[in-house]
């Protein structure tokens, strides 16, 4: 049985709580972050921290602890849990006033912490990543504030069940003609050797890959352009892939039906891929 965290305690699953009250069952009023360990280390715990401080300041939350006992925190639940390869989820709510209001609470009204582990062994060595994934166009109907990373994971959710109907692996989201991102990732496309991705802004996540995998390209020469793209354009282009904490690059091959490029996964994002899980267990904590 998992041993997780929740407010100041290490409990087994089983006994970990949470009040009926708490602002993040009952309002989605609550943020999070899911941190990779690989070889039993954390993958750039520092760019979700960051990440994690936006989410609370934007949302005019405070903060449950400092950064030093969050990193323990995650470094306990990886040795008591034993992680070699998986994940941790943190998640962070504006707690329990002990009643329902659509204000806020006041300020003596203290965040709720809760931190769990999700083992996957061989995280890594994923099959999806030597045969690539499919994917489904859908609507946008998410809220506008998308750079805010909160629990409210509905849409993306009805997503995915959407994908999976369709016999797809995930679906891209569409706003005005363009894509926003993945349910659960950031998405992009390979033209003539140039990595497309859409711009930072209040429309799309942003993912803490997305950065990592940037730099390590424009490090090694590679020319990338940060801008939106069409479901069409994708669709023409040579390669297309997503990136998130879980599955570090994952190529797409195959996009609402139409096969991209070859239709098996393309070159760049198998070298990105490469370099991203190189550079990152570098410098894993
Ligand atoms: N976009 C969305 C909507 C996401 O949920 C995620 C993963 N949580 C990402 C992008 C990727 O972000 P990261 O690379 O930080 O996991």
Same mark, same amino acid.
């Given at each position: 049985?998992?041993?997780?965290?929740?407010?100041?305690a290490y409990?087994p699953?089983?006994?970990?709580?949470?009040?009926?009250f708490?602002?993040?069952?009952?309002?989605?009023?609550?943020?999070?972050?899911?941190?990779s360990?690989?070889?039993?280390?954390?993958?750039d715990?520092?760019?979700?921290?960051v990440r994690?401080?936006r989410?609370?300041?934007?949302?005019? *939350? &405070?903060?449950?602890?400092t950064?030093?006992?969050?990193? %323990?925190?995650h @470094?306990?639940?990886v040795?008591?849990?034993?992680? +070699?390869?998986?994940?941790?989820?943190?998640?962070v709510?504006r707690?329990n006033?002990?009643d329902r209001?659509?204000?806020?609470?006041s300020?003596?009204t203290k965040p709720?912490?809760?931190?769990?582990?999700q083992?996957k062994?061989?995280m890594?060595a994923s099959? *999806? &990543?030597?045969?690539?994934?499919?994917?489904?166009?859908? %609507?946008?109907? @998410?809220?506008?504030?998308r750079?805010?990373?909160? +629990?409210q994971?509905?849409?993306?959710?009805?997503?995915?069940?959407?994908?999976?109907?369709?016999?797809?692996d995930?679906?891209?989201?569409v706003?005005?003609?363009?894509?926003t991102?993945?349910t659960?990732?950031?998405?992009?496309i390979?033209?003539g050797n140039?990595i497309?991705?859409?711009e930072?802004?209040?429309?799309?996540?942003?993912?803490?890959?997305?950065?990592?995998v940037l730099?390590?390209?424009?490090?090694?020469?590679?020319e990338v352009?940060?801008?939106?793209f069409?479901?069409?354009?994708?669709q023409?282009?040579?390669?297309?892939?997503?990136t998130?904490a879980s599955?570090f690059?994952?190529?797409?091959?195959?996009?609402d039906?139409?096969?991209?490029?070859?239709?098996?996964?393309?070159?760049?994002a198998?070298?990105?891929?490469?370099?991203?899980?190189?550079?990152?267990?570098?410098a894993?904590?």
């Amino acid at each position: 049985m998992r041993t997780v965290y929740v407010n100041g305690a290490y409990l087994p699953e089983t006994e970990a709580t949470v009040s009926i009250f708490d602002r993040g069952f009952l309002m989605a009023d609550g943020v999070y972050e899911v941190t990779s360990v690989l070889g039993g280390k954390l993958i750039d715990f520092g760019g979700h921290i960051v990440r994690l401080h936006r989410s609370l300041t934007e949302l005019d *939350m &405070a903060t449950p602890c400092t950064d030093a006992e969050l990193l %323990e925190i995650h @470094r306990e639940l990886v040795t008591r849990n034993e992680i +070699v390869d998986g994940m941790i989820y943190l998640q962070v709510t504006r707690g329990n006033p002990g009643d329902r209001d659509f204000a806020f609470p006041s300020a003596d009204t203290k965040p709720t912490l809760v931190l769990f582990t999700q083992s996957k062994p061989g995280m890594a060595a994923s099959p *999806m &990543a030597k045969i690539g994934m499919k994917v489904i166009s859908i %609507e946008d109907q @998410r809220w506008a504030r998308r750079d805010i990373k909160t +629990v409210q994971l509905l849409f993306p959710s009805m997503g995915k069940m959407m994908a999976k109907k369709a016999g797809c692996d995930d679906a891209w989201m569409v706003e005005d003609g363009k894509v926003t991102e993945g349910t659960s990732n950031n998405a992009y496309i390979v033209k003539g050797n140039r990595i497309i991705t859409r711009e930072l802004s209040n429309d799309i996540l942003h993912g803490i890959t997305r950065a990592a995998v940037l730099r390590f390209a424009r490090e090694a020469q590679m020319e990338v352009e940060e801008r939106a793209f069409s479901i069409a354009e994708a669709q023409e282009a040579d390669e297309a892939f997503i990136t998130s904490a879980s599955t570090f690059v994952m190529p797409v091959v195959e996009i609402d039906g139409t096969a991209i490029g070859t239709g098996k996964p393309g070159t760049v994002a198998a070298r990105l891929r490469e370099i991203y899980l190189e550079e990152s267990l570098k410098a894993a904590i």
